[in-house]
Antibody, heavy 118, light 107 residues
């Protein structure tokens, strides 16, 4: 079955960077987009951007432009999301999720808690 | 950006009740709308796509309707496992955006 398995929780200091991985299985890696969505504690869902694993093109939300980088490794069917210049407001659960061109998120990874604290 | 407004933000209901959640888009999005269910500590799960399409494996008590700017998610007979938070999401244009969520609680 289709699975997205994310890396474990991270604790970072303000100003640092974090890199979260999303390992996919159960489907053809290059046939679907991978998106990143975050959820601050007790809050709603916020789309950060997506990567096309076929060719590596990316599209980022304007809010994160210049701070986020999404990459992929086709040899391991893994996508990475790196967020730099972390601040306390970046404390959130970060999810990866798969879509086709229709942009319905299914399935989602289990989530990775990133805590930014001095 | 397209703003998605959900109402109510929370609802208290009993087992067997009919529950209706609404989602309004700040501009027309055709049928490019999805609904998700999220339980505490878990990732969201897709329930409805294209405004009214039932995702495989989702019980038929869930239904979606609407087009343009106004959409509805209905749970026809609330079950214990349906107590959760529900989000709508527009898939019409980037950036993809979500409603603020509706928490369905036990009455």
């Amino acid at each position: 079955q289709v699975q997205l398995v994310q890396s474990g929780a991270e604790v970072k200091k303000p100003g640092a960077s974090v890199k979260v991985s999303c390992k996919t299985s159960g489907y053809t890696f290059t046939s679907y987009y991978i998106h990143w969505v975050r959820q601050a504690p007790g809050q709603g869902l916020e789309w950060m951007g997506r990567i096309n694993p076929s060719g590596s093109s990316t599209s980022y939300a304007q809010k994160f432009q210049g701070r986020v980088t999404m990459t992929r490794d086709t040899s391991t069917s893994t996508v990475y999301m790196e967020l730099s210049s972390l601040r306390s407001e970046d404390t959130a659960v970060y999810y990866c999720a798969r879509t086709a061109v229709t942009n319905w998120f299914d399935p989602w990874g289990q989530g990775t808690l990133v805590t930014v604290s001095s | 950006d397209i703003q998605m407004t959900q109402s109510p933000s929370s609802v208290s209901a009993s087992i067997g009740d009919r529950v209706t959640i609404t989602c309004r888009a700040s501009q027309g999005i055709g049928s490019w709308l999805a609904w998700y269910q999220q339980k505490p500590g878990k990732a969201p799960e897709l329930l409805i796509y294209a405004a009214s399409g039932l995702q495989s494996g989702v019980p038929s008590r869930f239904s979606g309707s609407g087009s343009g700017t106004d959409f509805t998610l209905t749970i026809s007979s609330l079950q214990p496992e349906d107590f959760a938070t529900y989000f709508c999401q527009q898939a019409n244009s980037f950036p993809l955006t979500f409603g603020g969520g509706t928490k369905v609680e036990i009455k």
